[in-house]
C-alpha cells in the first residue's frame, strides 16, 4: 500500500497527457477515467479534495425518478445505471433508503396517479438491481395508508391526505470517503493526486492556441513549479469562469456575469425514524412538463440526525464570497417548518448548516438581470442546470470568458450520482483528440475500498478471538463502512499494539485512523481530519473536548509545532461558529 505523500515532484518530469483542475467529484472522475485509459494525469486542487461545492451535498444518488416528471427518459436510464453503479462498485459506502411522497385528493397528487407513476418507474428501471449485493437491492414501490403515515410523519397536513407512495433511493453514508474514494482509485490507476495545489497562471501558445504550461503553487510548502500539459480540464464548478483570469492578460476576454443558486441544507435532532419524505413548500417548479404543483423539500434520517434540504435561491457574486448567513438559516426553517410543523423545526435546533452554488439555467438568468426575479428572490426552483455542460474549448470562443483553446475542456457537473458518466463524456472529447485511449474501462473499475467480499470473515480471522463478540462486532461495522477492502489494513495496525482496555482501544483506533488519514489519504491540516476524513465533524462542531482529543492525535501525525496546532485549533472552531453558537 503506497502513501500518498512520499512521491516528489522531479523537475524533468513534468510533462503530462492530462492536468486536471478541480478536485470535487468530477475532476476525482475525470482523473480516473482519464488514467485508466492510458493516459499520464496530473489531479490538482487548491484546497482539499471535496471541500468546496462536493461537500454541499445533499447525500443522495438519485435513481431518477425526478426525471419521470419531466419526461425526460434519458436521464432516468442513466441515472438507473449510474446508481447501479456505485451500489456495485463502492457499496461500503451506501445505504437503501425508503422516501415517502404524501398523496392528497383526486388530482395530479392522488394516489392513483403517483402509484402509477411508481409503477412505470419500476417497469423502466427492472435492471436496476443486476450485480448488486443483497443488501442494496432496491425494491418495487409500495403504498401506505393515512393511518400508517401519519405514524410515521405525524406532523403532515392531514387534510385531505389519503396515504403515500414509497419508492427507493440511495444515500451516501459519507460523501466525503466516497469522492476520497474515487480519488484513491484514480491514483492507483496511475495519476499523481495533489492537494493544497494552486493554478496560478495558464500559459497559452499563441501560435498553436494550446495551452503551453501551468503554474502551480504548493500552498503547504509555498513552492511554485511549471508543467506541461498536452490537454486540460477545467473541473472547477462554478469556478469554471474564473480559468479565463489566469490567461495572460493580452488574451483575456470580457469577465462574464453569472447567477447561482444557493442551496443550503441543515442537520437537526431526528424527525423521523427509517424514512425521508417530501414535503411541500409554497414555490413551483415551472420546469416540471407534469407538474404536481408546489415545490418540494426533503427530510431525510442522517445518521442519528436529520437533514433537512435545500433551499434554491438566488446568489450573485464570485463563488468565493459564498456563505450561509442567519437570514438563510431563518428563512429556510420557516418555510420548512410551515411544511412540517415539527416543533423539532426551529433554528435553536440546528445543529450544522452547510451547502454550495450551482450556475441557474441562462433563461432564468436573463430573468434575474432584468429584475423579475429580484422582488422575491425565489420562484420556486430557480431552474438551476438539470444536466452538466461540457464545453470543448476548441470549438467555441468567449464561452465563459475563456477564449478558443484547442487542448481545454471545461466541465460542470450537478450531482454526485452521474459523475462517472460524466466524466468518461468529457475523456470521449478527449478521445476524439487521439490523446487518450477510446475504451473506458471505469464501469467495470471498484473505487477504492469496493471489493467488499469477505471482508468481515477476515477481521474474524485477524481477531482470533482476541476481543469479546460485541465488541468485534463494532468495531468491524466501523471500519468496514468507512474503508471497506482496506479495514484490515487499519484492523492490523490496532491489534498489534494489543490494547487491554475498551479505553485504550478507542484510543487506538482514533490514533490509526488519523495516521491512516494523513498517511494515505493526503490529509494535511487538522480540518481535513475533523471534517472530512473522520466522521466526527461531519454532524456540526464536535465540542471542544473531543476536538482537542483529536487534535493532541493529529498534532503528532501531521508534524505540527505548537503555534502551528494553535492556530489550526483556531481555524476549525472559527469554521464552525456560525453552527456552534
Known sequence: MSSANTEKFDNKKFDFDVVVIGGGIIGAGCALEASLRGAKVLLLEKKDFGSETSSGSFKIIHGGLRYLQHLDFRRLKESVDAQRYLRSKAPHLL???????????KGKKSKLLLD????????????RNNGVKQDLQLPNHTILKKEELLKIAPHLNPNKLTGGVVFYDCQMTNPDRLLLSVVR???????????YSEVTSVQ?????????????L???????YNISPKCVINATGPWTYKFSELLDPNIQLEKPTLSYSKGVQVIIPKLINDYAIS????????????NRGNRA???????????LGTTDTIFKGSPDSFSINLEDLKQFIKEVHDAYPSPLIKPANVRYTFGGLRIIDNKIKQKIDSGVLEKSKRDGMNNTSRSEDIIDHADFNNCWGIPKIKNLVS???????????VSETVCDILSKKKLLSEKSLSKDTYLRGGQTENVSEILKKEALGYFPQDMLDNITKDLLSNYGSDAPFLFRKIIEKKPKTEEELSFLIEQTKINYAVNFEYAKTLSDIVKRRLSNGAFGFPGHMELKRIGLHAKIALGLSEENYEEQVAEIIKEYSFNSN
Open 204 to 216: 497559452v501558445d499563441k501560435t498553436t492556441n494550446e495551452i503551453s504550461k501551468i503554474k502551480i
Open 218 to 224: 504548493d500552498t503547504r510548502a509555498n513552492i511554485s
Open 297 to 307: 423539500f426533503f427530510i431525510q434520517p442522517w445518521h442519528n440526525y436529520s437533514l
Open 279 to 290: 414535503v411541500e413548500s409554497n414555490g413551483k417548479d415551472s420546469a416540471a412538463t407534469l
Open 185 to 195: 482509485a484514480a491514483e492507483d490507476a496511475g495519476a499523481i493526486v495533489r492537494n
Open 95 to 105: 445505504k437503501t433508503l425508503p422516501f415517502i411522497v404524501p398523496c392528497y385528493g
Open 411 to 421: 466541465v460542470i457537473g450537478i450531482k454526485y450520482t452521474t459523475f462517472r458518466n
Open 116 to 127: 402509477l407513476a411508481c409503477t412505470a418507474y419500476d417497469y423502466l428501471s427492472k435492471d
